[in-house]
Structure formats: C-alpha cells, structure tokens
C-alpha cells in the first residue's frame, strides 16, 4: 500500500478532487464525462510513459525530477490548453485573447475550428512519432529483438544515417498523393509542410543534444560546477524532445475529447487528470526498473509509437475513434509484456 501511495498517490488525490468539483458543478453527467477522458487519456498514453521511462533512464535524478514535477504542468497546461488554442489562434485568425473567450464561451466552434487543423496536426505528429520509432529500430547496435523476422531486417537499414529521413519523407509523400491524388493543392501542400516541419524538428532536438553533450565534454570551466546543474543542463534537449512527444501524442485525444464535450473545462480536468496517471506509470517504470523487468517492453512501446504514427497518417482520411487507438496501443504493450513473461520463465527453466 506505501508503494503504492507513493508512486499513484498524487494522481488519486487529484482524480478525487477533479471528480468531486465536476460532480458538485455539473451533477453525475459531467463527472462521468470528466472520468471518461481520464481513462481515454491513460490508455492512449501508456505507450508514451514507456518511451518517456527510456529516455528519462538517461537523465541525472534532477532532470528526472524536473520533469516529474515541472514537465507534468507543461504537458497538462501547456500541450493540452495552450498548444491548440495556439493553433486555433493561426488556422482560425483570431488573437490569443478571443480564442480563449471562443474556448469558454463557444467551445463548440472552437472545437470546429481545432478539427479543421486536424490534418496539419497529424501529418507533424505523425511524422516526428514515425522518426522516434525509425531512430530506435534502425541502429545496427540494436540486439534485444521481440519481433526478429520485422526488427532484425530494420538495423540493415542503418548503413545510412540519413536513411530514416529518406524513409519519413516518402511516407508523408506517400500519403500525400493518397489523401489529396495532388501534390500542388493547398491541402496537400500544407499536409506536406507539416510533415516536413516534424521530421526537422525532431532533428533539431537531436543535433541540439549532441551539440549539448560535445560542449559538455570539451569545456573544462563546466566540469567543475556540481555535476546536478551540468546534468540537468546538458538533459534540456532531451526534456524538450518529451515535451513534444507528449505534444505529437496528445493531439488526437485533445481533439477527440470534443466528441463526449464542448466544454473546455471540462476536457482540461478529464485529459489533465490521464496525464497525471501516466506521469505517475512514468515513475514507476523509471524507479522500479520496469523495462529491464520486462524485457520486451521497450519494444512494444516503440512498435505502438509506430503504429500510432501511421493512424495518425489514416485519420486524415478515415478518422479513426480514440477508443480503437488505444486498444491497439494496448494490445501491443500487452503482447510485449507476456512476451517477456514467457521468455523470463523459459529463462529461469534452463537456469
């Protein structure tokens, strides 16, 4: 019960909290709706709590406590509140101020505008999610397979570096043609822009980490200071790459929250509650040592990522229900899990 109070217990007090305000404002409807979105939330994001617990386990103790505690509000306030209204801000040509008021006041169309933006925010979703799930299979040092007959063909790929970008690029032109059959409307060019702006971004936080890690090394006047301070400096473009994951991750369900509610509040509590929940699954796995538990795990959750992408890609054409994604994601971490079960005790039976 103490593990448990420790590791679930800020994510409990909040849900209770949450759903006592919602029911006390709102009645029975609006709580219920409120616990919906929680769990819409976490079982989208499980595979995200895995890919965060890798490259946490990366991090100094103050960078993971940082974005245990600091992240969580940028992930709540900022990628579920302020990333679409900023978006909402640009497709709808409105000024910060007045998408705010539509958000309270005529949630409704604001959710209408936010689906309009829909494609743009899939094809850079997509994108940055299809070069974090190209980054780790393909890598000729890549030896812990769950799926050898699909993983072990991907590190051959890994003969050249720029060989992942070649790949996103002709998926996004792939889809391009498949969605739009053109490549010089407007929809199709701005899809295209998008997906560009994705695999660029994730580039960019990659160059800047390594960029980080050679200054690190090389300048001697930074080895003296107190290794937390240059830990968690140097751990910057890694907390940024979650931020975005986080961001790319959440985009589907911010707008899919507007199919059980128009209003903005109310989705804020239902998805800010799941990310304290996954926050939460994040810390366990980091301190527990999850992943080196369950062997496949790590696996799983980069497949999911992968095939996170390439719905994020369809729900251009075909939207596809928040439920349904999750359940896929699910099933896939599942898989891997018993996966590791089964190899662990076949394992412990040849000792």
Known sequence: MGSFWKYFGPASTLSVLVLAASFLLGGLATATVVLILGILEVSLS??????????????????????????????????????????????GGLSFVETFTLAIHNPKQYGVILEQAHPILAAFGGSFLFMIFSNFFIDREKGNHWLPPLEVPLTYLAFWEGVKTVIALAIIVGFDW?????????????????????IISYLLIEALGKLVEKFDETDVSQRAKPAGGIALKAAIPALIYLEVLDASMSFDGVMGAFALSSDILVIMAGLGIGAFWVRSLTLVAVEKGTLAEFRYLENGAFWAIGVLSIMLFISTKAPLPDWFVGLISAAIIGASVLSSVRANRLEAASA
């Open 178 to 198: 498949w969605l739009y059959h053109s490549f010089t409307s407007s929809p199709a060019i701005h899809f295209f822009v998008a997906g560009f702006v994705g």
């Open 46 to 91: 499980v595979d995200n709590a895995v890919v965060n617990a890798v490259k946490l386990n990366t991090l100094s103790p103050a960078a993971q406590r940082w974005f245990m505690y600091w992240g969580i509000l940028i992930a709540v306030f900022g990628m579920r509140l302020v990333i679409p209204a900023l978006i909402v801000c640009f497709t």
